[in-house]
């Protein structure tokens, strides 16, 4: 039995994204067509099968440890940005400023999908959700330069809809104005969820 649900649910890809050389920049460079190989968006500075543990799982391991890169692309939804944008006063975000990997339109509260959840395109090339990405003062500060006086309403802008990290589980290619099919774990909630969390 299949443990991953096929689902109606589609996003298309309203633009695809590259970091190059993370040192120099947080920002991403657009493409037309991303390349995908086991360590995600060929050329992408956060790619890599590995990588060194970070502050977001400082709960588990020390910072620098090699661990498995399962944050290897950046996926944000147009829905979101639009409403990022508007809490932060301007007309519109672009993806670039964040550091994104691909934009996607179609599909609600896209920040929410379920971890273990895939993305299919239609060369099979599929993306695994890994979780809700959360805001970080970096973006702000791209924001900050390129838009005096809207950068600091980023992270409070973004709780909640910054995207989602994601890792390549088959490799191929996507191009702007594919569309991807959302998979999504056939798995009921976890009934204690609540109380791990510490709610």
């Given at each position: 039995?299949p443990?991953?649900?096929?689902?109606g649910?589609?996003a298309?890809?309203t633009?695809i994204?590259r970091?190059?050389?993370?040192?120099?920049?947080?920002?991403?460079?657009?493409?037309?067509?991303?390349?995908?190989?086991?360590g995600?968006?060929?050329?992408?500075?956060?790619?890599?099968?590995?990588r060194?543990?970070?502050?977001r799982?400082?709960?588990q391991?020390?910072?620098?440890?090699?661990?498995?890169?399962?944050?290897?692309?950046?996926?944000?939804?147009?829905?979101?940005?639009?409403?990022?944008?508007?809490?932060?006063?301007?007309?519109?975000?672009d993806?670039?400023?964040?550091?994104?990997?691909?934009?996607?339109?179609?599909?609600?509260d896209f920040?929410?999908?379920?971890?273990?959840?895939?993305?299919q395109g239609?060369?099979?090339?599929?993306?695994v959700?890994?979780m809700?990405?959360?805001?970080?003062?970096?973006?702000?500060?791209?924001?900050?330069?390129?838009?005096?006086g809207h950068?600091k309403?980023?992270?409070?802008?973004?709780?909640?809809?910054?995207?989602?990290?994601?890792?390549?589980?088959?490799?191929?290619?996507?191009?702007?104005?594919n569309?991807?099919?959302?998979?999504?774990?056939?798995?009921?909630?976890?009934?204690h969820?609540?109380?791990?969390?510490?709610?």
């Amino acid at each position: 039995m299949p443990a991953l649900k096929p689902t109606g649910f589609y996003a298309e890809i309203t633009w695809i994204g590259r970091v190059a050389d993370r040192d120099a920049g947080l920002q991403s460079e657009p493409l037309r067509e991303a390349v995908l190989d086991w360590g995600g968006i060929v050329g992408e500075a956060h790619g890599g099968v590995t990588r060194p543990a970070c502050s977001r799982v400082s709960a588990q391991h020390p910072r620098g440890t090699e661990i498995r890169n399962t944050g290897q692309l950046s996926i944000v939804s147009a829905e979101d940005l639009a409403a990022i944008a508007d809490d932060c006063g301007l007309e519109a975000i672009d993806p670039a400023w964040l550091g994104a990997s691909l934009v996607v339109r179609g599909i609600g509260d896209f920040s929410l999908v379920p971890p273990g959840s895939q993305l299919q395109g239609p060369d099979g090339a599929s993306l695994v959700v890994d979780m809700e990405n959360r805001p970080c003062i970096y973006p702000g500060q791209v924001i900050e330069a390129a838009r005096p006086g809207h950068g600091k309403a980023f992270k409070r802008a973004a709780d909640g809809r910054r995207g989602v990290t994601a890792w390549v589980e088959r490799p191929g290619r996507m191009a702007l104005g594919n569309t991807l099919r959302l998979h999504v774990p056939d798995q009921p909630a976890w009934t204690h969820l609540g109380v791990a969390r510490g709610a």
